[in-house]
């Protein structure tokens, strides 16, 4: 049974929606006894880093979402700022991230030659993906990979190895991790038509 974690923040009925679609069982996990049901959990979030990390501290969700990611392997993909606080820092903040996967969240820095005009932030609208390993989240993806995206910040992660996916707005950064049973993917597959039922419908057959 797949958990979408209920600390307050994301479009979790857009994710019910999409898995209500695929006949795949999911529900809204506010609590730790809800919690502890899940075979599978989504973390979602949208806005600032710090208050994406103080709603989910103040849930009383945290602790026991660290026991089961990291101690019981559930498998659990962060959605946007989900993904982000997957990592250690942020620069969009000072609160500490999950840790999950070694890395910082950065702020796009464009290179000096880019055309400021062509790349405004927020990053926002639809951008193809390019594979960099293999992963059973990008089997059933069209050929040509494209997803939605809003955001102003990339995760920066210490070890290369950890990147599925790299997309490249002024330069190349990872949009899609993965260390062991831990995802994160930094466009919005509720909103990503076929190819985002497809990435959560392969997550849920993990």
Same mark, same amino acid.
């Given at each position: 049974?797949?958990?979408?974690?209920?600390?307050?923040?994301?479009?979790?009925?857009?994710?019910?929606?999409?898995?209500?679609?695929?006949?795949?069982?999911?529900?809204?996990?506010?609590? +730790?006894?809800? $919690?502890? %049901?899940?075979?599978?959990? !989504?973390?979602?979030? #949208? /806005?600032?880093f710090?208050? *994406?990390? &103080?709603?989910?501290?103040?849930?009383?969700?945290?602790?026991?979402?660290? +026991?089961?990611? $990291?101690? %019981?392997?559930?498998?659990? !993909?962060?959605?946007c #700022? /989900?993904?982000?606080?997957? *990592?250690? &820092?942020?620069?969009?903040?000072?609160?500490?991230?999950?840790g999950?996967?070694?890395?910082?969240?950065?702020?796009?820095?464009?290179?000096?030659?880019?055309?400021?005009?062509?790349?405004?932030?927020?990053?926002?609208?639809?951008?193809?993906?390019?594979?960099?390993?293999?992963?059973?989240?990008?089997?059933?993806?069209?050929?040509?990979?494209?997803?939605?995206?809003?955001?102003?910040?990339?995760?920066?992660?210490?070890?290369?190895?950890?990147?599925?996916?790299?997309?490249?707005?002024?330069?190349?950064?990872?949009?899609?991790?993965?260390?062991?049973?831990?995802?994160?993917?930094?466009?919005?597959?509720?909103?990503?038509?076929?190819?985002?039922v497809?990435?959560?419908?392969?997550?849920?057959?993990?």
């Amino acid at each position: 049974m797949i958990a979408i974690v209920d600390y307050g923040l994301g479009n979790i009925k857009a994710f019910a929606n999409v898995f209500k679609r695929l006949n795949i069982e999911c529900y809204f996990a506010a609590t +730790e006894e809800e $919690l502890r %049901r899940a075979s599978k959990i !989504i973390l979602p979030g #949208v /806005g600032a880093f710090d208050h *994406a990390m &103080s709603m989910l501290n103040n849930s009383g969700l945290r602790a026991c979402l660290d +026991e089961l990611v $990291l101690e %019981r392997k559930i498998p659990v !993909i962060g959605i946007c #700022v /989900g993904m982000q606080m997957m *990592a250690d &820092s942020s620069e969009e903040g000072a609160s500490a991230g999950l840790g999950w996967i070694p890395g910082t969240v950065r702020k796009f820095t464009l290179p000096a030659s880019a055309n400021l005009t062509h790349f405004p932030l927020p990053h926002m609208g639809w951008n193809n993906i390019v594979p960099s390993r293999e992963s059973a989240l990008l089997d059933c993806l069209d050929e040509e990979k494209r997803f939605y995206f809003l955001h102003s910040y990339y995760y920066q992660c210490v070890n290369e190895s950890d990147v599925v996916a790299i997309a490249t707005y002024g330069a190349d950064y990872a949009c899609i991790i993965n260390r062991d049973n831990v995802y994160g993917i930094q466009c919005h597959p509720e909103k990503s038509h076929h190819n985002g039922v497809a990435l959560l419908k392969s997550f849920a057959n993990l």
